[in-house]
């Protein structure tokens, strides 16, 4: 049990090093993601949402409010250091995106 809890828990921080660094990249310098051409709210949905099933994995001990918590004010920090990067654009409905995407997860 604790190598499959070690193994969830390298896997939410996986995703929450990778979400975080492709939403704080450059557009310029992504890659071209043909494969993911969704709606841009339902990409914030489902990346926040992924992370929220992994990190009820990684951490069961932990309430799911905290969590919740955790990752709803991590969306409104990347759309606010999105916003004053002066290269991204950031916005309270891709926040809102990503909340959604929490809930449900």
């Known amino acids: ?3 499959l809890l070690k193994l969830f828990r390298a896997l939410f921080w ?3 090093i990778a979400l975080t ?3 704080l990249s450059p557009a310029t310098y992504l890659p071209p993601m043909d494969i993911f051409n969704w ?3 339902a990409q914030h ?3 926040y949402g992924t992370l929220m099933v992994t990190a009820l994995f990684a951490y069961p001990n ?3 409010l905290r969590l919740e918590s955790f990752l709803g ?3 409104c920090l990347i759309e606010l250091l999105q916003y004053f990067s002066g290269y991204r654009f950031g916005d309270w409905q891709d926040a809102a995106a ?3 995407g929490v809930l449900l997860g």
Do not use: I
């Open 62 to 64: 932990t309430s799911k």
């Open 39 to 41: 709606w841009d709210k």
């Open 1 to 3: 049990m604790d190598r």
């Open 98 to 100: 990503d909340g959604v």
């Open 21 to 23: 660094g492709l939403a």
């Open 14 to 16: 996986l995703c929450f």
């Open 45 to 47: 949905a489902v990346g």
């Open 73 to 75: 004010l991590h969306g």
